[in-house]
């Protein structure tokens, strides 16, 4: 399972290094609030995984929905003149905290 | 394995947010070479003292072209100014010069004065260099000298006494008049039949016409004053 993990995040940045895309600056923000949606989805699920309640859908579509929203919210704050991508970078960095934290204990328990 | 179905979607998903934090890594990195924030507003002073420095050059530029054009015209002026000067000076005979030409020489009669005759048949008068001179520049002499005085404008060839006053100097026969131009066309203008040369000769005057190839006659050596005369600053008013 960690090792699945660990492989498949390994290919995806070599295919991500390998492509020749470059974000526009403009942009960086947004994906950097997107990525850290996805990071934030992918430590649930594996919280989910581990405390047996997983759900394909949910996982899915979170992790779909959240990446867009984070960005989209991000992008609106921006047009508004709000700063709401530091209420992404917030909420989203305490729950990868606890989904973190939630990981370790049920390892600690494990093993 | 649990559950085989979550762990291809965890897998699937850890892939996109690889390729994701790829592509993050390689923007940041891109951004933080280029544009830090404190490097933004370092390289915004820094373009503006170079767009600064540019402009202040360029107008240097501008006005050292200005200069070098001005100089450049200049030059070309003061050519022109040198060019007109010889032409003038030419004109106003005050350079020695040489070419080719003729060599006049008249000399008073050295036939015996007889009785009853008059004495002034014989002699060379003034009028008669005048018309000589006259005659050689009608058929194209450049320069005139007689006895070495130079022929200018204002030249005057006047009698005085026993003398003749050319230049306000005197000068007494034998009379050399030299007369740059075209040789053939000099001799043949003088010695035209008819022509007063050949009255000075039927009244007794010694006469001699000589072609040279090396004719070298003296700059005026008078001064030029001009007391009176004053040159018209406008040029069309002189015209109409």
Redesign the interface.
């Known amino acids: 399972?960690w090792l699945?993990?660990i492989f498949?995040?390994?290919?995806?940045?070599?295919?991500?290094?390998q492509?020749p895309?470059?974000?526009p600056?403009v942009f960086?923000k947004y994906?950097?609030i997107?990525?850290l949606a996805?990071?934030d989805?992918?430590f649930g699920?594996?919280r989910a995984?581990m405390e047996?309640g997983?759900d394909?859908t949910i996982?899915?579509s979170g992790?779909i929905v959240n990446t867009f929203l984070a960005a989209g919210l991000a992008y609106f704050g921006d047009r508004l003149g709000v700063e709401l991508y530091l209420a992404a970078v917030v909420v989203f960095g305490v729950r990868i905290f606890q989904n973190l934290g939630i990981i370790r204990r049920y390892l600690l328990k494990k093993y | 394995?649990?559950?085989k179905?979550?762990?291809i979607?965890?897998?699937?998903?850890?892939?996109?947010?690889?390729?994701?934090?790829?592509?993050?890594?390689?923007?940041?990195e891109?951004?933080e070479s280029s544009?830090l924030p404190e490097r933004v507003t370092e390289l915004t002073n820094k373009l503006t003292l170079v767009t600064e420095e540019r402009d202040a050059l360029a107008e240097e530029v501008i006005s050292l072209r200005n200069k070098l054009q001005n100089v450049r015209q200049n030059d070309q002026a003061l050519a022109d100014l040198q060019e007109e000067l010889q032409k003038a000076n030419m004109a106003a005979g005050l350079f020695e010069i040489k070419g080719t030409g003729i060599i006049l020489t008249l000399n008073d009669s050295a036939a015996g004065l007889q009785a009853g005759e008059n004495p002034n048949v014989g002699l060379i008068h003034d009028l008669d260099l005048l018309i000589l001179v006259n005659e050689l520049k009608a058929s194209g002499a450049e320069a005139i000298s007689v006895n070495g005085k130079r022929i200018v404008a204002m030249s005057e060839v006047r009698c005085a006494g026993t003398t003749i006053l050319i230049n306000l100097d005197k000068i007494a026969p034998p009379i050399i008049i030299k007369a740059i131009g075209n040789p053939d066309m000099l001799d043949s203008g003088i010695q035209m039949r008819g022509g007063y040369l050949e009255q000075l000769k039927h009244l007794g005057v010694q006469t001699n016409v000589q072609k040279s190839e090396d004719i070298i006659i003296p700059a005026y050596s008078g001064t030029m004053k001009f007391n009176y005369a004053r040159p018209v600053e406008n040029k069309e008013k002189v015209e109409s």
């Open positions: 399972m699945l993990i498949c995040l390994l290919i995806g940045l070599i295919i991500g290094f492509m895309i470059l974000l600056v960086a994906m950097s997107a990525v996805a990071l989805s992918v699920g594996i995984y047996d997983f394909n996982f899915i992790f | 394995m649990r559950n179905g979550a762990q979607s965890i897998a699937l998903v850890c892939l996109v947010l690889g390729i994701m934090l790829a592509i993050q890594f390689k923007t940041t891109n951004i544009l």
